[in-house]
Structure formats: structure tokens, C-alpha cells
């Protein structure tokens, strides 16, 4: 997400695979067997639940596990991201610009006592403790690929429950036709808020329909764990069809609005990041191509193995149905 540079070769440290294989293949097997319907009334035991729980924690926070999601499209079965690698390769210029500079510097980011404030056309609008909010809805693990503009992607299972469930409980307006995300921007703490990179605090947005779809998933953990600070504790966005730059991290606000708001990369460079930001190989970024990617773990600089990039980042069955008739090219 760089104006100066594009991703270049970070070298990252070779680590064993966090998540066991044997563990991941029970997960996948269970998944087929759900999805051909066989599984039913056996696997809603103890047992089941157990199996299910895909992911083995890395130990390193406090657990937070999730029941494998039954939403369409949550579940990809391609291999998960090195944990180490996930938490040391980040976007998150609140604190530095360099990929290696989150997890150096966000341990000053205070993540308690947190509170997200509702606000807007709502008829419920109010302050969610974060404890609260964690509890809100069921935690659920779901597999996302978060693909970055920037041409990397990670495939990361994603601790949370679907943003529709508290947006339901607040009950917008009729007149809310979009939902913003503010995220901290805190001087004392992220030692680039102040710096002019961007016009903070940093800010994102989707339509209603987007907000509302099973898939936008109002994220608490990753691993089996809660976030890491460098990932955007306590709390953040996850839009798996979307460029990462629209998975807002941190976010103390969500407001709901009637026209669509500004946010904090088409405010600095509208040419290159629209409102939409759908994942398309098809309409490329003005200074590179966004046809292939490159998967976080699979090698860097000369050695890196590229990828397709697939529509809506693979989830095109899922969401394709809410750009119907849209000018794509026009709305990026
Ligand atoms: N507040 C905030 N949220 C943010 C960013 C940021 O700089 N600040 N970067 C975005 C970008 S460009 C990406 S690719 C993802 C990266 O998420 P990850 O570090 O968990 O992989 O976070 C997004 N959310
Ligand atoms: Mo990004």
C-alpha cells in the first residue's frame, strides 16, 4: 500500500508450520463430510465440537476459539499462512511503513479498556465495552485469504462473528445506506499518527449490502488466539472479497451514514484507491499489474511463485451478486 515503493523481497525468517498438519486434514475431512451432509446429529456432540476446532493455538495470547463457520465461502481449504509469518508481515501505518515495523512497534498500542462507540442513523446507538462486544454473537474460525493491493495474499483463520449481528441488534434508519469504521488514532501511542502518510485517523467503509453480507466478519482473534497488536486488536474488519486496505484495524467507531464516506487511501490517492476496492485481476492498479499475487511463506524476490488472482478474491459465488450491473472499471 505504498506510494513510494512496491512490496519489495522482505526476507522472512523460515518457521516450523504453527498449525499441525494432522490437525488441519481432520479439519478438512470433517468439512467434506459436513458438506455432503452425512455428518448431522453425530457431530453435534462433544466430540464433534472438539474435532472441529481446526486450528491449535500458537500459545503465545489468550485463547479465543471459534466453531468452524458454516457460512458459505468461509472455509477455504488451501494452506494456512505461517503464523509467524502472519503476525511479522503487516500493514498497519500507525505504526511505521515498513512490513517489519507493526510487530517492532505496536506493543505500545493499549488495547484495554476498550470501548466501540455505535453511532448515526441508528436506532440504538451506544458504547460496546469490548468484553461485551466479544460476546455479542457466537465466535466463530473461518479461513479467509486476505489479499493486499499491494500483490501479497496470506491465508489466515479469522477468530469473529459476521458484523450483521450487531449491526442488526443497533437497527439503522432506513435513510443508513453505509456503514464507516474509525479506527484509534492515538498520538501517545502509534508513533506515526501525526506523520502526513495519511490523514488520520484512519478510516473505511462499505455499503450497507456489503456490511450486512455473512462473509464481512467483525474480527476478534486469529489462531485460536485474540489478535496480536500488530494485526489490529482488539478489534477489526475482515471483507475477504476486498483489497486488505478495506479491513479496518483497531476501530473504536462504527457509524452509520447516508452517503458513502470518505476513506483514508482514496483520500490520498484517488486515482489509485476507488471506494469499492473489489479484489479484480482485470482492473489493474495504475503502476502495476493486479492479475497475480504472491502468497505470504511461498518464497520472495526472484524465487517468488506467483498465483492467479481469482475475482472478488475467490469468492465470487458469494458476492458477485451485489455489483451486479455495476461498471467494475468505474467503481474500483
Ligand atoms: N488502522 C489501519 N488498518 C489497516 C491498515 C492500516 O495501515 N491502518 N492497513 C490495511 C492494509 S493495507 C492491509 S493489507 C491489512 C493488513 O492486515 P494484516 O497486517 O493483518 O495482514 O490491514 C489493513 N488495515
Ligand atoms: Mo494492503
Redesign the pocket.
Known sequence: ?LIHSTDKGFVHPRSSEITPRSAYEGRRDLLKLLASGVAGAALAGWAGREALAGVQAPGKLAALPGAASSVAGANTMEKLTDYKD?TS??????FGTDKGD?VKNAHTLKTRPWTVEVEGLVKKPGKYGIEDLIKLSAQEERIYR?R???GWS?V?PWVGYSLAELIKKVEPQGNAKYVEFV??ADPKTMPFVGSRI?DW??T?GLRMDEAMHPLTLLTFG?YGEVLPN???APV?IVVPWK?????????VKIRFVEKEPGT??NKAAANEYGFYSNVNPEVDHPRWSQATERRIGDGSGLFAKRNKTLMFNGYEAQVGQLYAGMNLKKFY
Do not use: D
Open positions: 500500500m502472519a508481515y503487516n500493514n498497519y501505518y500507525e507493526p486476505l493486499c493491493v499491494e496470506m489466515i479506527t484509534l495519511l485517523p484512519y473505511e486469529m500488530q494485526n489490529g477489526r483489497y486488505g486496505f478495506k479491513s479496518a484495524k483497531s476501530i483514508a487511501w
